[in-house]
């Protein structure tokens, strides 16, 4: 989740608060530095880039936009497109984009700002409209700032980080669950013709998306362990010397026993005559090659 990391350690100054229903809707973020910007809208389809990387959402969006970094937006619908939004001066901050990981959510220190979030949770959609609508009606009867609106300022800005540290703690879950489900999957059916787009379309989920996230939670690639799995199988049918290599090669998942060979010595080092050997204590080996890490 691409957001910021921040610290604050002064007083907000009110910039503005309101909220306001549009058809369309076009922003481009030209405000000074040291401007803190909390929004929440609804909308069918908008499109924002920020930092020359666009992004396209739906439905509805909280977005947190610090000034120092360039951001646009844009919206077209006929339907009416709601936006609510707080802005605050810092005259004392410190602020970190990032990709925030697992690892900030134990940072109890610092603020985590989501850059944009979209699919709240009902429950905490409802929590940051009823916050911002405080915050904006404390704005409305109080043109200066006052204790009351700082409250609900910093109310918002708790409720925002415990939704950001909820929401990367829930992802957390999920991508446990598909890693855990894709080995299963691998681990049931390595002798068959197994690919990352059949179990991407197994867990109804994009293989790019599958791709990714096993390699960022593992720390290997699908295909390596795919392969990993075949290779444990290979070597107990192995020490049968009364099986064919090209039936190794079919009990496995490989259509070709050609493939098999040249993917057995990548992995092992040796080739599957040499293996044979060592596992039958035909050769002046004494002791099987370590595997090749990937």
């Not at 909280?62 to 844009?74: F, G, M, V």
């Not at 984009?97 to 985590?112: F, G, N, R, Y």
């Not at 064919?244 to 060979?261: H, I, M, N, Q, W």
Request: charged share 30%; proline share 3%.
């Amino acid at each position: 989740m691409y957001g910021y990391k921040v610290k604050i350690n002064c007083l907000p100054q009110k910039v503005w608060a309101c909220e306001t229903t549009v058809d369309d809707y076009e922003w481009q973020n030209r405000e000074s530095k040291d401007i803190l910007e909390i929004t929440f809208s609804k909308f069918d389809t908008l499109t924002t880039t920020v930092n020359n990387i666009t992004y396209t959402f739906k439905n509805s969006l909280l977005s947190c936009i610090i000034a120092d970094e360039k951001r646009t937006a844009s919206c077209e619908s006929r339907k009416p497109i709601t936006i609510a939004t707080v802005a605050v001066r810092l005259s004392d901050f410190i602020f970190k984009p990032c990709e925030i990981t697992e690892a900030d959510c134990s940072d109890k220190k610092t603020l985590l700002l989501p850059a944009f979030l979209e699919d709240l949770l009902l429950a905490d959609e409802l929590g940051v409209i009823k916050v911002l609508h405080e915050s904006i009606k404390l704005s409305a009867n109080n043109p200066e700032n006052d204790v009351a609106f700082l409250s609900a300022f910093f109310k918002l800005l708790y409720k925002i980080d415990t939704i950001t540290r909820n929401s990367i703690n829930r992802k957390i879950e999920k991508n446990n669950y598909y890693i855990k489900k894709t080995d299963y999957i691998i681990e049931s059916k390595y002798n068959q013709k197994i690919t990352l787009q059949s179990v991407a379309s197994e867990l109804n989920i994009s293989p790019i998306y599958l791709s990714a996230m096993y390699k960022d939670s593992s720390g290997i690639n699908f295909s390596d362990q795919l392969l990993s799995v075949r290779m444990k199988h290979a070597e107990k049918l192995l020490i049968d010397q009364n099986i064919p290599t090209s039936k190794v090669a079919e009990l496995c998942g490989f259509c070709d026993e050609s493939y098999f060979r040249k993917k057995f010595k990548h992995f092992f080092g040796i080739n599957i005559r040499e293996y044979r050997k060592i596992k039958n204590g035909l050769t002046l080996y004494h002791e099987k090659p370590q595997r090749k890490k990937f």
